[in-house]
Structures are given as structure tokens and as C-alpha cells.
């Protein structure tokens, strides 16, 4: 079993930034692809970026591409999310997930846990 738990979401201006932290429980840590899903009131969950088990691919939704940055920390068992230039279609909650089967990355339903969610919101 597998845990995690995100942190690092707040309020903040358009054009503004905001780095989101999630941290792993386990000593597997490093075998898992990571990714991050946000959900939008009345939308449906969306992809929004990935990174490979060595940190060596990356992988991003075309909405996110050149602001977000994902990155991971395997000696600490914790994935980042470094989110810059944001926009007010940025609000949502936004989940950490990780995955070990070699499925589609940017596909919900290829990750096996999930956080609780930590909520983002990005006045105008």
C-alpha cells in the first residue's frame, strides 16, 4: 500500500506562483511514474503533468507545457509540482498519483493511489 499526501495549495493572483509538494510513504518509491490530475468544480479530472521512475521523461498536458514543472525527489519519497505564470483556469484540486503498471500516463485510470487532493485558486 501506497500513500500519499499533497500539500503546498493556496490562493494566489493571476500571474502568480505556486510549488506543490507530495510526499510517499514506502521504500518503493522511486519504482512509481508520478503524476499530477486536477479537478475543476463541474469539469472532469484532467491530466496535467508526469515524470518517469529515474526523472528521466517528463511529460506535460499541452494547457500546463512551459509553466509547469515536475520534478521528484526519490532520497525523500516526494514529487513537485513547480507552477508558474498562473491562470484563473488553473483553479482546481489537485492530486498526486502514482502508478507502477507501464500504462498511458496521462490516463486517470492507469494510476493505482491517489491523494487527498490539496485545492489551488487563482483570482483574476
Known amino acids: 500500500q501506497v500513500q500519499l499526501v499533497e500539500s503546498g495549495g493556496g490562493l494566489v493572483q493571476a500571474g502568480g506562483s505556486l510549488r506543490l509538494s507530495c510526499a510517499a510513504s514506502?521504500?518503493?518509491?522511486?519504482?512509481?511514474?508520478m503524476g499530477w490530475f486536477r479537478q475543476a468544480p463541474g469539469k472532469e479530472r484532467e491530466f496535467v503533468a508526469a515524470?518517469?521512475?529515474?526523472?528521466?521523461?517528463?511529460y506535460y498536458a499541452d494547457s500546463v507545457k512551459g509553466r509547469f514543472t515536475i520534478s521528484r525527489d526519490n532520497a525523500e519519497n516526494t514529487v513537485y509540482l513547480q507552477m508558474n505564470s498562473l491562470k484563473p483556469e488553473d483553479t482546481a484540486v489537485y492530486y498526486c498519483?502514482?502508478?507502477?503498471?507501464?500504462?498511458?500516463?496521462?490516463?486517470?485510470?492507469?494510476?493505482?493511489?491517489w491523494g487527498q487532493g490539496t485545492q489551488v485558486t487563482v483570482s483574476s
Open positions: 498519483a502514482a502508478k507502477i503498471r507501464p500504462s498511458t500516463y496521462n490516463s486517470g485510470s492507469s494510476y493505482d493511489y
Open positions: 515524470i518517469s521512475w529515474s526523472g528521466g521523461s517528463t
Open positions: 514506502g521504500r518503493t518509491f522511486s519504482r512509481y511514474t
